[in-house]
């Protein structure tokens, strides 16, 4: 492996973007450290260039590090499978499935697996079968964008005289907003690496909300690793986690985002496909706790992909 040549794509034109940096140069560091050639490519909306760019490279294989659109979406999975390289990651239909929170909870419902009750706001107003009438809902309200990540564009309503600045909100994300009823209880998510659940982490902002900056501020979320739970609970977090991850049919590496209500039902929120490696996220938390380092980690996501 250490003549092997690796293309690492990062940045891209998201809402994501800086996260999906620090993500990059996290993975950069990880894989020079093990003597490995690494070709960081910024990508941006141009995907002409980006194929010139990874002819001109040729990568042995490329490790996607893009957070949101175009990297999370399908659209950079099916550039690559174009041009025939292998990847890390899950492909081109698993990629679109989690991106899209709507579909990704459909399918969830197919499989048995419990989704907080929702309902969708379109901008040509259009309503599809299967959703619960608004007035049906109880608050407080999640209000986010269909289509986006790291919490960008999210509210949380208790009242219906807030919900339209929420969805103006969203809005700006696209033109399909998720309005979902707000599980009480606690937040917990699960990696995947391989085929297998990591240790179940609880995270605790301290501003109540896991936001953007929560989410990315060192300082301003607890997380015990693994969580406080009874190991019969723990379990099963982890196996519905692993179902969700094989529902969409995802690979090599995903994390499950949950809250657990207060009578100990898991409800499962999102798939992310490609988790943070970030300084302070959960991927790599969750890794350690199972004794794995964070360049291991990242090892053993570009092995899966080699072994695709």
């Keep these: 492996m250490e003549k092997m040549r690796i293309a690492l794509l990062l940045g891209g034109p998201s809402s994501e973007r800086e996260v999906s940096l620090k993500t990059g140069g996290a993975v950069a560091s990880a894989l020079r450290k093990k003597g490995l050639d690494v070709v960081e490519l910024d990508v941006g909306k141009d995907l002409s260039k980006l194929v010139e760019d990874l002819k001109r490279v040729e990568p042995q294989v490329v490790f996607i590090a893009l957070h949101g659109a175009f990297g999370e979406d399908g659209v950079i999975q099916g550039v690559l499978e174009y041009l025939g390289l292998s990847y ?63 919490t960008i564009g999210v509210s949380i309503v208790d009242k219906e005289e807030v919900l339209e600045a929420a969805l103006r909100k969203a809005y700006k994300y696209g033109d399909t907003v998720l309005v979902e009823e707000y599980i009480e209880g606690r937040e917990i998510t699960v990696g995947i690496l391989g085929d297998e659940p990591l240790p179940v982490i609880e995270i605790i902002p ?8 929560a989410k990315y501020t060192p300082g301003l979320t607890r997380y015990e690793v693994p969580a406080k739970l009874p190991r019969d609970m723990a379990l099963m977090v982890q196996d519905m986690a692993l179902l969700a991850h094989r529902a969409l049919g995802c690979k090599d590496v995903s994390r499950v985002d949950f809250r657990l209500s207060e009578d100990g039902t898991p409800y499962v929120l999102e798939v992310n496909t490609i988790p943070g490696m970030t300084e302070t996220s959960l991927l790599p938390k969750a890794a350690a706790a199972a004794g794995i380092s964070f360049e291991e980690l990242v090892l053993r996501i570009l092995e899966s992909a080699l072994k695709k």
């Design 206 to 213: 301290e501003t109540g909300f896991y936001d953007y900056r």
């Design 88 to 150: 890390t990651g899950s492909g081109v239909l698993a990629s679109a499935l989690a991106m899209d929170k709507l579909a990704s909870k459909r399918l969830f419902s197919y499989h048995g697996i419990p989704v907080p009750r929702y309902t969708i706001f379109r901008r040509e107003g259009l309503t599809l079968p299967g959703e619960v009438p608004l007035e049906e809902l109880s608050y407080p309200l999640v209000v986010k964008p269909a289509a986006e990540g790291s």
